[in-house]
């Protein structure tokens, strides 16, 4: 019953390896979205897609790349870790068009580069 | 770009207290949202206003959104230990796309 889960849940890895995080919604929610929250609860969006297409993509580096195989899944590859990645990230879902666009978050998936 | 500050950024109260965490944009909102984050959890969506000077009311917590649409505030009265999480603003202006999240407020409740 989960509506927006994400794989792994912790991700521990060496500074210059490659890792992808999963995400997948149930809810029929067309956008979906990345942040990064850092270790001060800083939530930062990084990149959101409205049906499959890149509608934002704020200053993040290019080692970052979102996929987007359909509307329920977004995925999020990163390449050449640096311990400046260490955060959670956050997948999130919402459906456009309505006055009410709430966001529903997963459950993050807690990075760290050593 | 537009910005959103929330003050303070941490907040330790006695339960019972009443505890309150302020909002600012720079820019004027079209709306603004609320969500809580238990700690360890994810944020989870509170409510959201829409309307000039508009005020909302859940159970103990009070939600007002300024007239200018710049500003918002959360007013929680005599908070519960089950209170204890990082309370987020986030907004909405009239040309972006996207939700602009606050800095926070990490509330820490005494018993």
């Known amino acids: 019953d989960t509506a927006v889960s994400q794989t792994p849940k912790y991700l521990v890895t060496q500074m210059g390896n490659d890792k992808s995080i999963k995400c997948e919604q149930n809810?029929?929610?067309?956008?979906m979205y990345w942040y990064k929250q850092d270790s001060k609860k800083f939530l930062k969006i990084m990149f959101s897609?409205?049906?499959?297409?890149?509608?934002i993509n704020e200053t993040v580096p290019n080692r970052f790349s979102p996929k987007s195989p359909d509307k329920a899944h977004l995925n999020l590859h990163i390449n050449s870790l640096e311990l400046g990645d260490s955060a959670v990230y956050f997948c999130?879902?919402?459906?456009?068009?309505?006055?009410?666009?709430?966001?529903?978050f997963g459950p993050g998936t807690r990075l760290t580069v050593l | 770009g537009q910005q959103v500050m929330q003050i303070p950024q941490y907040q330790h109260v006695q339960e019972g207290e009443d505890f309150t965490t302020y909002c600012n944009s720079s820019t004027t909102l079209s709306n603004i949202q609320w969500y809580k984050q238990r700690p360890g959890g994810h944020p989870v969506f509170l409510i959201q206003l829409v309307k000039s000077g508009e005020v909302k009311k859940q159970k103990r917590l009070t939600f007002q959104f300024g007239e200018a649409k710049k500003n918002s505030s959360l007013h929680i009265t005599a908070t519960q230990t089950t209170d204890v999480g990082t309370y987020f603003c986030a907004g909405v202006s009239g040309s972006a796309r996207q939700l602009t999240f606050g800095s926070g407020t990490q509330l820490t409740v005494l018993p």
């Open positions: 897609y409205n049906n499959k297409e890149l509608i």
């Open positions: 809810l029929g929610h067309d956008t």
């Open positions: 999130a879902s919402s459906l456009s068009g309505v006055s009410y666009n709430e966001q529903f």
